[in-house]
C-alpha cells in the first residue's frame, strides 16, 4: 500500500460508543503481505473501563425476560445478514481465507449463532424434586454469572467471536471481549450494529489488544467472574494461571491434533474427497483439520496415489478469486512456522508428495509477498515426530499405513490432544467401536464437520476444558440455584 493512502483505523467499543486508543498497532492483508489497518494496543486502563461499563449494564440487562434478549439476538443477526457481502470481503481481506469461505461459511455462520441462542435459551427447562414426606418442594433456577470475558481466535473471526457473544448475552450476561489483533476489523463492524439491534449500552463491549496486554488484564481482572477462550493449549495454560486466583469458570477450547482412519472397505472416493477436505480448508487453518491420516496397508498405495492426486486439485490463490479453495496463511511469522514442519520431515527422511517445495506456485505481482503456501502431503513420518505429534495448524498432512485395528485405535489416541477424529469404514459394528475407543471429543464417522448446534463441542486432554453447545453453553455462562419451599 502507498504510503498517501490512509490505513482503516479501529477504535475499542465501550460502553455504547467507540472510542480512540492512545497505542496502535500494524494490521497486515496476508494477501499482499502490507499493512493496511491499525489497530488498537489496548491495556488494562481500557479493559477496566470496558469491565466497568458491562458491570453497570447488568443490572437491566440480566432483569430482561429470554424473550425480550432474543428479540435483540435476531435483530443481529438480520442485520448482519443483511450486509454479508460487505462482511465477507472484509473477513477475506483480513484473515487471507478465500471470498468464498467467508462467503459461504464465517459471515452465515456468525448470523446464525445469535439466531440459534436466541432460540435455544427460550426452550431450556430446570428441575424440580418433591419431597413430600418432609412437606417440602425443591426446584433450581439458572442465573446469569455477570461479566464475561471472552477470548477469540484469529482463524474463523467473526464466526468464533459471535459462538461466544451470542449465548453469553442470550443467558443475561453482559460482555468484554477480545478478538484476535489479527483479524479485528469484522468485530469492529458488528460494533456498528449493535445500537441499531437494541444493545443497550455496556452489554457488549469490544477491546482490541494482544493477548499479554488486553488478554492478560481481562482474565486476570477481579470483576469478571468467567473466562471463555478458543486458542492454543500454551495460552491457555497461562489463563488457568492467571486467573486462578480468583477461582473463575473457565471454558477452554484449544487445539488438536486429529487423526482420520481409512479402512480398506471405505468408499474409497468419498474417503478421499473429505479427507482433502477436512486436512485443507481454511488453508489447514481449523482446529478440527486432519493432520494424521492412518491408512489401513491393504489399499494404502492407492490411497496415498489418489490422494496426492486429488490435493494437487486444490486450488490455492488470491482470496478474491472465487475460484480457489485456498487463500493465504494468517502471517508472515505463522507461515514460517508451518514451512519449518515440511523441512523437519526432510530433514528426518520423510517424502513430500506434493505441495511445499514440490510444487510451483504462480501468483500476481501485487500478491508476491503473500503468505501462500500449497497444500502439503508427506509420507514416512515416524509417530514420534513433532509432525504427528505438534498441531501444524496450516496445509500440511501425513499419511501412513497401519495393519490392526487396535494398532490404529493406540496410535490415534498416542498424542496430547483429543479434539476430534474421522473413521472411514462400511461396518457398521467397526465405526461403533472404533469411535467409543478414540480419546476425541467428536467422531464422525464417513464425513466431517456435521454439526449439530445442540450438541456438546469440546475436547479431551489437552484439547480443552468444558463444552459449548445448546445447553452446555447454557450452564457455562448462568449458575445453578436450588431453591427448597417448606409448606
Not at 53 to 78: C, G, H, I, M, T
Not at 305 to 317: H, I, L, P, S
Amino acid at each position: 500500500m502507498s504510503k498517501d493512502m490512509k490505513y482503516l483505523v479501529l477504535e475499542n467499543y465501550i460502553g455504547g460508543k467507540f472510542v480512540p486508543c492512545s497505542k496502535l498497532m500494524d494490521s497486515f492483508d496476508p494477501s499482499t503481505g502490507e499493512i493496511y489497518c491499525k489497530v488498537p494496543d489496548s491495556g488494562p486502563e481500557e479493559v477496566d473501563a470496558a469491565v466497568r461499563a458491562a458491570n453497570e449494564a447488568f443490572p437491566d440487562w440480566s432483569a430482561k425476560s429470554p424473550e425480550e434478549r432474543a428479540k435483540v439476538l435476531n435483530k443481529l443477526a438480520d442485520l448482519i445478514e443483511a450486509r454479508l457481502e460487505e462482511f465477507a470481503q472484509a473477513e477475506s481481506k483480513d484473515q487471507g481465507k478465500t471470498i468464498t469461505f467467508a462467503r459461504n461459511v464465517d459471515i452465515p455462520r456468525s448470523a446464525y449463532n445469535f439466531r440459534f441462542f436466541a432460540s435455544s435459551v427460550l426452550h431450556h427447562t430446570t428441575d424440580c424434586s418433591q419431597m413430600d414426606h418432609m412437606g417440602c418442594l425443591n426446584y433450581t433456577v439458572r442465573c446469569p454469572v455477570g461479566v464475561a470475558g471472552l477470548i477469540s481466535p484469529w482463524n474463523l473471526p467473526l464466526y468464533l467471536l459471535t459462538w461466544k457473544i451470542a449465548p453469553a448475552v442470550a443467558t443475561g450476561n453482559t460482555v468484554v471481549a477480545k478478538p484476535s489483533e489479527m483479524t479485528s476489523v469484522t468485530a469492529w463492524m458488528m460494533c456498528q450494529l449493535l445500537e441499531e439491534a437494541g444493545f443497550p449500552p455496556g452489554v457488549v463491549n469490544i477491546v482490541f489488544g494482544t493477548g499479554p496486554r488486553a488478554g492478560d488484564a481481562l482474565v486476570s481482572h477481579p470483576d469478571v467472574p468467567l473466562i471463555s477462550f478458543t486458542g492454543s493449549t500454551a495460552t491457555a495454560r497461562l489463563i488457568t494461571e492467571r486467573s486462578a486466583p480468583h477461582c473463575k469458570k473457565l471454558s477452554l477450547e484449544l487445539g488438536g491434533k486429529n487423526p482420520a482412519i481409512i479402512f480398506a472397505d471405505a468408499d474409497m472416493d468419498q474417503s478421499i474427497s473429505t479427507t482433502v477436505r477436512s486436512s485443507f480448508s481454511n488453508q489447514g487453518e481449523i482446529c478440527l483439520c486432519t493432520s494424521r491420516i492412518f491408512v489401513e496397508r491393504s489399499v494404502y498405495p492407492e490411497f496415498l496415489t489418489r490422494f496426492v492426486e486429488a490435493v494437487r486439485r486444490w486450488k490455492t490463490g488470491v482470496p478474491s478469486d472465487p475460484s480457489n479453495d485456498n487463500g493465504a496463511l494468517i502471517s508472515k511469522e505463522h507461515l514460517q512456522k508451518v514451512k519449518g514442519y515440511v523441512a523437519l520431515a526432510l530433514a528426518e527422511g520423510a517424502q513430500v508428495h506434493c505441495g511445499e517445495g514440490v510444487d510451483s506456485l504462480t501468483l500476481p505481482q501485487h500478491n508476491a509477498d503473500g503468505y501462500f503456501m500449497l497444500p502439503t502431503v508427506i509420507s514416512g513420518v515416524k509417530d514420534s515426530s513433532a509432525l504427528m505429534q505438534e498441531e501444524i495448524f496450516g496445509p500440511v498432512t501425513c499419511v501412513t499405513p497401519f495393519d490392526e485395528e487396535e494398532e490404529v485405535i493406540s496410535r490415534a489416541n498416542g498424542v496430547r490432544y483429543g479434539l476430534s477424529a474421522t473413521v472411514w469404514s462400511r461396518d457398521v459394528g467397526r465405526v461403533h467401536r472404533v469411535a467409543r475407543k478414540l480419546q476425541a471429543g467428536l467422531v464422525w464417522t464417513n464425513c466431517w464437520l456435521v454439526r449439530d448446534l445442540n450438541l456438546p463441542f469440546g475436547g479431551m486432554k489437552n484439547s480443552g476444558i468444558g463444552r459449548e453447545g445448546g445447553k452446555d453453553s447454557y450452564h457455562f455462562f448462568t449458575e445453578v440455584k436450588v431453591i427448597a419451599i417448606k409448606h
